[in-house]
T-cell receptor, first 113, second 114 residues
Framework: ETGVTQTPRHLVMGMTNKKSLKCEQH?????MYWYKQSAKKPLELMFV???????ENNSVPSRFSPECPNSSHLFLHLHTLQPEDSALYLC????????????FGPGTRLLVL | AQSVTQLDSQVPVFEEAPVELRCNYS??????LFWYVQYPNQGLQLLLK??????LVKGINGFEAEFNKSQTSFHLRKPSVHISDTAEYFC????????????FGQGTRLTINP
């Protein structure tokens, strides 16, 4: 497995469910990101982690809870989501905290019913 | 804060024709500029980036872009497109101090017709 992988690729959940999205990078990078891509809206940065520490929270509602146990893994825990949270959630990684290229995973397509 | 405007949501082009995808940005500080491509059911892939130096930047797959500071633009061009270029293209900007915080435009869907 190379690059940035995300599981699951598709997820359907009810508003009362709890689920988690997983991201893994095999590039030896130290920074990881969560983005949200909604229909007809620009890609939005949600969270940034550098060396396992959260360095950016872009005013994301608390029903989204990120976790970065090590530099290779990033999770997004979901609970009591709303239908408007339905979107493609993309994970990315980069070398560090500078202007290095961000490498994206294929995303998890989430549908909240 | 930075913002990005991609002026065209959709661009249809015939195969082997030239194409230009327009991007304008707004920022009160110096910026880095990026173009990403997203093929169906895939994540974003970097096409090219402007960090400093020459304002004409060459990227992968024959694409290039020109940074125009006075017009705050970073338009993407390709002299001859192929069917395989059909994808969504995103322009993005970050400040020098907040280089990890990419701000994206809404995207331009490029459709290549035979």
């Amino acid at each position: 497995e190379t690059g940035v992988t995300q599981t699951p690729r598709h997820l359907v959940m009810g508003m009362t469910n709890k689920k988690s999205l997983k991201c893994e990078q095999h590039l030896g990078h130290n920074a990881m990101y969560w983005y949200k891509q909604s229909a007809k809206k620009p890609l939005e940065l949600m969270f940034v982690y550098n060396f396992k520490e959260q360095t950016e929270n872009n005013s994301v509602p608390s029903r989204f809870s990120p976790e970065c146990p090590n530099s290779s893994h990033l999770f997004l825990h979901l609970h009591t989501l709303q239908p408007e949270d339905s979107a493609l959630y993309l994970c990315a990684s980069s070398q560090g905290s500078g202007q290095e290229t961000q490498y994206f995973g294929p995303g998890t397509r989430l549908l909240v019913l | 804060a930075q913002s990005v405007t991609q002026l065209d949501s959709q661009v249809p082009v015939f195969e082997e024709a030239p194409v230009e995808l327009r991007c304008n940005y707004s920022s009160s500080v110096s910026v880095y500029l990026f173009w990403y491509v997203q093929y169906p059911n895939q994540g974003l892939q970097l096409l090219l980036k402007y960090l400093s130096g020459s304002t004409l930047v060459k990227g992968i797959n024959g694409f290039e872009a020109e940074f125009n500071k006075s017009q705050t633009s970073f338009h993407l061009r390709k002299p001859s497109v192929h069917i395989s270029d059909t994808a969504e293209y995103f322009c993005a900007v970050s400040s020098l101090q907040g280089a990890q915080k990419l701000v994206f435009g809404q995207g331009t869907r490029l459709t290549i017709n035979p």
